[in-house]
């Protein structure tokens, strides 16, 4: 059947009326399309969005489209505001993939319109008409999923009608300045341009924020480091050039709205069980540890999600303090100036959330912890088989196997719930992070382990959420670096291979085209273990000061060439301050001896 032959037969009835050709042709000549990027193929420019980035796969037409992860608290939205004209028809139009996808739009002046599908498995086009009020001139245009979804994906969106002229750019600002400084962002303020609807906020060259004011505030920015900033103007009829650039330098900072040392010391404490090491009351924990993560909370079966936390039992733990007694404990470190939260997993918690269901539970059980025990965040410490990918799941940037999405979901949930003052730390094992590297998931022609490099796509989601991430640079095979050379446990060179890899980023499965961006210095710190005893892979105390050297300082290096200096590494981690504690304390001797 030919779709088009009655438009066709429509269109040549109509060409048969003197008198109507002109009206169509009229109307077809003032109909353009009024969405700004609809295709995305310019990035974010001219949308505002809540949790959305450009991808490069799946798209339906172009390089690009838009990805976007709706979380606890938040359905993703993006919505861009376009002039049109009063009393007038349009058509919004967009192609959507995803689960609850929507697109809309508001301040129309009649009625506010929006069309959403279930369920898109492959791209589906979604339509809707409406007709603008008498006065009104500007429209805004949205699309978004549903809160604790998976990811959805947009392209295409345009908005058919008739069009406005938009005459000239508006002038370039002036009075560009940077005014508070922290280790982490920049707060910037400029004078007004006339005809101005919207600034765009330049970071060394990168678009970085688009506001509709005449101040911003750019974060996730690295300490000590020097930014340069421009700004423009932005009407309808685009951008002005940019300002003079004004630059700045961010402190050192002590570690954002978490407020950790500018160095910090990260231990376990058995809190459920002894082991050889002997329990270690929370009140005998020494000042010098900064952040104290309880071991463990296990769930009550592997895909259930229902986090428990139970503590030493006497029969185990003789000298075992009262519940009373450890959350006062607690309340003291905290009092002090330590963070105090439950690491979820270790070796033998198994967690894998499945379903939507596991997920929301997790997020439930999880937050009845932290709040009965009055602490400050959560350590995800998932080993084993927690985390493996689909075999279609090769994109870490986009992650579709269940397991990994709902885990997303569940911690942005929790982040969004406990705010900014919420600790948020990883320690995977070196399998699931570097190995990535090389390998990645089952691989192109499948075959290999679907659990490879299966920490990143976690990692990359909240990287803006996370506060640290101390990878187990223990109980490892050999890893390959960037050097593209095997490195093994025992010294000082596996652990600054190890890091490094982390700080410069590094390729996916060595795709050049698929990179790991790094994290912040102030996000990472060095898994070791403390003792012999506590797992293999120890090093001596030279060999951490080694470590420490190369990497802060560029001194003492080995045989690995570093890819950059990074003074504001945030620290170290061992398993555990029992086994510490066990040793007499050489690993946190060696810690205060070097940052003091």
């Known amino acids: 059947m030919d779709r088009f032959r009655p438009l066709a037969l429509l269109t040549a009835a109509a060409l048969a009326l003197p008198g109507v050709t002109a ?52 359905n993703a939205r993006c919505a861009q505001t376009v002039t049109v004209k009063p009393d007038s028809q349009y058509t919004l139009s967009g192609h959507v993939r ?93 004078s007004p341009v006339p005809g101005a609807t919207s600034y765009a906020v330049y970071r060394d060259g990168a678009k970085a924020q688009t506001v509709t004011g005449t101040s911003a505030t750019i974060s996730g920015l690295s300490p000590s480091t020097a930014y340069g900033f421009q700004v423009a103007a932005v009407n309808d009829a685009g951008e002005s050039a940019k300002s003079a650039t004004a630059t700045a330098t961010t402190t050192a900072g002590t570690g954002g709205p978490v407020n950790l040392p500018a160095h910090a010391l990260v231990g376990y404490l058995h809190a459920s069980f002894a082991n050889g090491s002997g329990y270690t009351r929370m009140a005998d924990v020494p000042d010098s540890w900064d952040v104290i993560d309880l071991a463990f909370g296990e769930p009550t079966s592997v895909t259930s999600g229902d986090i428990r936390f139970d503590r030493c039992p006497v029969a185990e733990c003789p000298n075992v303090e009262s519940d009373a007694d450890f959350k006062a404990a607690i309340k003291a470190k905290q009092a002090a100036g330590k963070k105090v939260l439950i690491s979820i997993g270790g070796q033998n918690g198994q967690v894998q959330l499945t379903t939507t269901a596991a997920r929301d539970t997790f997020v439930t059980s999880v937050s009845k912890i932290i709040d009965e025990y009055g602490l400050d965040g959560l350590d995800i410490d998932f080993e084993g088989h927690s985390l493996s990918l689909d075999a279609d799941d090769t994109d870490f940037k986009n992650p579709k196997t269940p397991v990994i999405v709902n885990l997303i979901s569940a911690l942005k949930t929790l982040k969004a719930k406990y705010g900014d003052d919420f600790v948020l730390t990883m320690a995977p094992e070196t399998f699931f992070v570097q190995l990535g590297y090389q390998y990645y998931g089952t691989g192109p022609w499948g075959g290999q382990d679907p659990r490879a490099g299966a920490y990143l796509p976690v990692i990359h989601a909240l990287r803006d959420d996370l506060t640290l991430l101390h990878v187990q640079d223990y109980n490892s095979g050999p890893i390959m670096g960037l050097d593209n050379q095997y490195h093994s446990m025992g010294g000082a060179d596996f652990h600054i291979a190890m890091t490094d890899m982390l700080l410069t980023g590094f390729p996916v499965a060595g795709n050049a085209n698929n990179v790991f961006p790094p994290l912040r210095p102030d996000q990472v710190a060095i898994g070791m273990p403390a003792s012999t005893n506590a797992g293999n892979g120890h090093v001596p105390p030279a060999e951490v000061t080694k470590t420490l050297d190369c990497l802060t300082k560029k001194t003492n290096c080995g045989s690995y060439a570093t890819h950059g200096t990074w003074p504001a590494l945030r620290g170290l981690m061992t398993w555990s301050i029992n086994w510490d504690r066990y040793g007499g304390w050489e690993f946190q001797r060696t810690f205060d001896g070097y940052f003091g």
């Open 98 to 190: 995803g689960s609850y996808v929507y697109l809309g739009a508001s301040g129309t002046g009649t009625t506010d319109v929006s069309t959403w599908t279930q369920s898109a498995p492959t791209w589906q086009q979604l339509t809707t008409t409406f007709r603008t009020g008498p006065s009104t001139t500007r429209v805004t245009l949205y699309t978004h999923g549903w809160y604790g979804t998976g990811a959805y994906h947009a392209d295409d969106i345009s908005l058919v009608g008739p069009g406005v002229d938009a005459g000239q750019p508006p002038a370039a600002p002036t009075g560009l300045k940077a005014g508070a400084v922290t280790s982490s962002s920049v707060a910037l303020t400029w």
């Open 23 to 74: 009206l169509s042709s009229a109307a077809r000549a003032a109909d353009t399309d009024l969405a700004r990027n609809g295709g995305f193929e310019a990035g974010l420019d001219g949308w505002t969005c809540t949790a959305g980035t450009t991808v490069n796969s799946p798209v339906r037409s172009g390089s690009s489209a838009l990805q976007a992860t709706p979380a606890g608290g938040d």
